[in-house]
């Protein structure tokens, strides 16, 4: 069933079709959504900086979270790190930011 959309997706689609930008960001992303909603698919980079987490290397405000279209959950947060200094925790969500000067 997947083969045959695509197939017909790809030949009648106004723009041509990215195989990996329809499959990845789409199909994968939507499968795991599907199933369980604190799932996703991490490209290379997203993995990356996911492993550098928790492996300590301190990059972003110190939180990993759990985004989707018009929900920012926070999955973690890294104890000492401007998040967690902020009192963001597990189960938080985000629904609005603002820039505060010192």
């Known amino acids: ?3 045959k959309v695509y197939g017909v997706v790809e030949a009648n689609f106004m723009n041509p079709v990215e195989p990996d930008r329809a499959i990845f960001d ?3 992303r939507g499968m795991l959504v599907a199933l369980d ?8 980079d997203q993995f990356e900086q996911h492993r550098q987490f ?3 290397k301190a990059r972003g405000f110190g939180s990993i979270l759990f985004v989707k279209p ?3 959950l926070v999955l ?3 104890q000492g790190s ?4 902020a009192g963001l925790g597990p189960g938080d ?6 820039l505060q000067r010192k």
């Open 76 to 78: 973690q947060t890294a």
């Open 93 to 98: 969500e985000i629904v609005d930011v603002r």
């Open 1 to 3: 069933m997947f083969t």
């Open 54 to 56: 928790t492996q300590g």
């Open 70 to 72: 018009g929900k920012i």
């Open 82 to 85: 401007p998040s967690w200094r």
């Open 37 to 44: 909603p604190f799932c996703s698919f991490l490209d290379a």
């Open 26 to 28: 789409g199909a994968i």
